[in-house]
Nanobody
Framework: QLQLVESGGGLVQPGGSLRLSCAASGFTLDYYAIGWFRQAPGKEREGVSC????????NYADSVKGRFTISRDNAKNTVYLQMNSLKPEDTAVYYC?????????????????WGQGTQVTVSS
């Protein structure tokens, strides 16, 4: 069964850090671009970051640039999202998604597999 599983979410104070993980099972991530998306209550889902299949190309939403870092360990079949200097507006359910091609896409519909999401809450 092809599956993506996110973990690492939780409650953190403003200014704190979390590292999200996206682990794949049933397929190898070597040939997949991986995107992180988030959806806050009452808002549409938005793209946060993406890594090309090699990890050589990454991109970030303006709202997280300089604070979030995407990385991948293909040997572990896992992609990470390091989130620093968290703000209350980062509160959302975070999803990872896999796209079976080397380069990222801005279009959610192009992603082939999605995880179930992990909740991140930034609050004092």
């Amino acid at each position: 069964q092809l599956q993506l599983v996110e973990s690492g979410g939780g409650l953190v104070q403003p200014g704190g850090s979390l590292r999200l993980s996206c682990a794949a099972s049933g397929f190898t991530l070597d040939y997949y671009a991986i995107g992180w998306f988030r959806q806050a209550p009452g808002k549409e889902r938005e793209g946060v970051s993406c890594s090309s299949s090699s990890g050589g190309s990454t991109n970030y939403a303006d709202s997280v640039k300089g604070r979030f870092t995407i990385s991948r360990d293909n040997a572990k079949n896992t992609v990470y999202l390091q989130m620093n200097s968290l703000k209350p507006e980062d509160t959302a359910v975070y999803y990872c998604a896999a796209l079976e091609r080397p380069r990222c896409s801005d279009y959610e519909f192009e992603y082939d597999y999605w995880g179930q999401g992990t909740q991140v809450t930034v609050s004092s």
